[in-house]
Nanobody, 126 residues
Framework: EVQLVESGGGSVQAGGSLRLSCAAS????????MGWFRQAPGKEREGVAMIDGDGRTTFADSVKGRFSISQDSAKNTIYLQMSSLTPDDSAMYYC?????????????????????WGRGTQVTVS
C-alpha cells in the first residue's frame, strides 16, 4: 500500500553535511509515523530519527544535536538533515513508515519485519 523511496545519500568528508529525502506514495494517513534507520556493515539496524503525525520528533542519542528530521505533508516527504558527520555515521540509511503503535514497536526493535521500508541510500563519511 505504501511505497518509500530514499534519495540524497553519497560520500562526504568528516564534519560535512548531507540531506536525505524519503518520498512516500500510496495510502498515507496523518497519524502515520515515519523515520530513518541505518545499518552499518557488521552492525544491527538502529533507529536514527522519527517524526509522528503531530510533528513530534525523536532522535537516537548518538545523533542528537547533529541531525534534524522534518516533513512536507503536502508532498508526503520527510527529510533527514545531517551535519557534523563522522565516520561512525557511515551506513545504509533506510526510510520506514507505519502507524504509531507499530512504529513504536519498530523503534524498540529495528530488526522487525513490520512496517513499510524503502530500499535505502548509502552514506559514506571519510
Amino acid at each position: 500500500e505504501v511505497q518509500l523511496v530514499e534519495s540524497g545519500g553519497g560520500s562526504v568528508q568528516a564534519g560535512g553535511s548531507l540531506r536525505l529525502s524519503c518520498a512516500a506514495s500510496g495510502t498515507i494517513y496523518s497519524t502515520q509515523c515515519m523515520g530513518w534507520f541505518r545499518q552499518a556493515p557488521g552492525k544491527e539496524r538502529e533507529g536514527v530519527a522519527m517524526i509522528d503525525g503531530d510533528g513530534r520528533t525523536t532522535f537516537a542519542d548518538s545523533v542528537k544535536g547533529r541531525f534534524s528530521i522534518s516533513q512536507d505533508s503536502a508532498k508526503n516527504t520527510i527529510y533527514l538533515q545531517m551535519s557534523s558527520l563522522t565516520p561512525d555515521d557511515s551506513a545504509m540509511y533506510y526510510c520506514a513508515a507505519d502507524n504509531a503503535f507499530r512504529f513504536a514497536a519498530l523503534w524498540r526493535d529495528p530488526g522487525r519485519d513490520d512496517g513499510y521500508w524503502g530500499r535505502g541510500t548509502q552514506v559514506t563519511v571519510s
